[in-house]
């Protein structure tokens, strides 16, 4: 008993949070099962469905604005992720590759290793692009 | 297992009028898909795709960010099957490719986003619309090495309607319930009705239009959709749910009420949407009371 009612405590509080951050999914449409429930064969009504998605809008919406991103902005990109994209950027964000050229700092021997392996054709960092 | 090259001799290809935005620094991602948005039909511009797709702290785009930030522009992002294949049969059906390769090493990776907009047989190279070089070349070796490091990864923007070169039915329906899910529905409506064409047996298919057409506000089309795959498969458990919400929507409390529990039986107690099946009987039960249990009927 007391444990469903610190879940439903979580819950609330999250819900609040999320009003707060002007988190809206436009996915949500009270009643009908949609396609993507039925391909994931997942259960929004489902409360741990439930509670799973909103921890991982909050998550990746921290996660954003820790990377940068301005929260207002973070809360309309989460808002255009699906419900499994948001579950695998929860999971897996910092491992995923952010395509971006950025050039990781390099010193020393890296440097030097980086550039035989430039030379013998294994990599491609420092033909202009 | 990968081939280093491409698996039969294929001829040369180009698409030159493909747009060249030449990026700044860290901004592949929206320069990337820009040129495949703009190629596609929309007018759009790196520096309008920044805000949705860069991290500034990881100085890049994520692939998922790239795929969700389409959807609004009314494109079907498509991930394309990981082999040479599949990206051939994109450049020859007119379409460039966006890829994601790895110009690095595992360890130290430097992930970058291009467009290839052509192969070249005789010499065997991929031309790509990469960073500020508009007709980057890479040895096919080469290419199919720093591709092959994103695990093949590759996507196009699809108009609403229009079929990937390589179809595949999961994929497809999978990218039609992310145009849905965005609320996109004149597009997810005609995704749903590509893929009808392609998979005519497809319920899925059949029950997407119905979902979006609820979504629009179509009842009465929703409802016909519905009651096609109820038609087909007379125990399909969502289509019931779904139709049960358009009766109670309409006023059918009688029927809406005995659709549900239809659907409850046909589904059974531990039903992947055994929790939604019951929310949908608890709206229809509520709306019943409301009405002083006037069991409104809507016989035609």
């Known amino acids: 008993m007391r444990k469903m009612f610190a879940k439903r405590f979580v819950v609330f509080n999250l819900a609040l949070s999320l009003c707060a951050l002007g988190v809206t999914h436009p996915q949500v449409h009270a009643g009908i099962i949609d396609t993507g429930m039925v391909l994931e064969q997942r259960d929004r009504e489902h409360q741990v469905a439930r509670i799973q998605s909103m921890l991982a809008e909050h998550a990746v919406h921290s996660r954003l604005v820790s990377l940068g991103v301005d929260p207002l902005l973070a809360s309309e990109r989460v808002a255009r992720l699906t419900d499994a994209e948001l579950l695998l950027l929860e999971e897996r964000m910092d491992e995923l590759p952010a395509g971006g050229d950025s050039l990781l700092a390099i010193i020393g021997v890296v440097f030097v290793v980086l550039l035989i392996l430039e030379l013998v054709g294994v990599t491609d960092i420092f033909k202009k692009i | ?300």
Request: proline content about 7%; glycine content about 8%; overall charge negative.
């Open chain 2, 1 to 300: 297992m990968q081939r280093i090259v491409p698996a039969q001799p294929r001829a040369s290809v180009e698409l030159r009028d493909t747009p060249f935005f030449p990026q700044d620094a860290y901004q592949c991602g929206p320069a990337a898909l820009a040129t495949v948005l703009s190629e596609s039909g929309v007018g759009v511009t790196p520096a309008e795709l920044v805000p949705g797709v860069y991290l500034p702290d990881r100085q890049g785009s994520l692939q998922l960010e790239l795929i969700a930030a389409s959807r609004r522009y009314e494109r079907l992002p498509y991930v394309l099957p990981p082999t040479a294949d599949a990206l051939f049969a994109e450049l020859e059906a007119g379409r460039p490719v966006l890829i994601l390769q790895n110009l690095g090493i595992r360890l130290l990776p430097r992930w970058h986003y291009a467009v290839v907009v052509g192969y070249e047989n005789l010499e065997g190279r991929f031309v790509l619309r990469s960073g500020t070089t508009k007709r980057r070349l890479q040895s096919a070796p080469q290419f199919m090495k720093t591709w092959g490091r994103s695990g093949f990864w590759a996507m196009v923007t699809l108009e609403p309607g229009v079929l990937p070169a390589v179809p595949d039915e999961a994929e497809y329906l999978r990218a039609a319930a992310g145009m849905e899910a965005a609320g996109e529905t004149r597009a997810a409506l005609a995704a749903y009705a590509a893929a009808r064409s392609a998979w005519p047996d497809s319920l899925i298919a059949l029950l997407g239009l119905g979902n979006t057409h609820y979504i629009d506000g179509d009842l009465e089309t929703a409802e016909a959709n519905y009651r096609a795959v109820l038609a087909a498969d007379p125990l399909h458990a969502v289509a019931l749910n779904n139709l049960a919400q358009v009766l109670a929507d309409r006023g059918c409390y009688g029927e809406a009420s005995a659709t549900i529990e239809q659907a409850l039986a046909a589904a059974g107690e531990d039903s992947a949407f055994a929790s939604s099946l019951r929310e949908t009987r608890a709206t229809i039960e509520a709306r019943l009371d409301d009405e002083s249990r006037q069991v409104a009927d809507c016989s035609p």
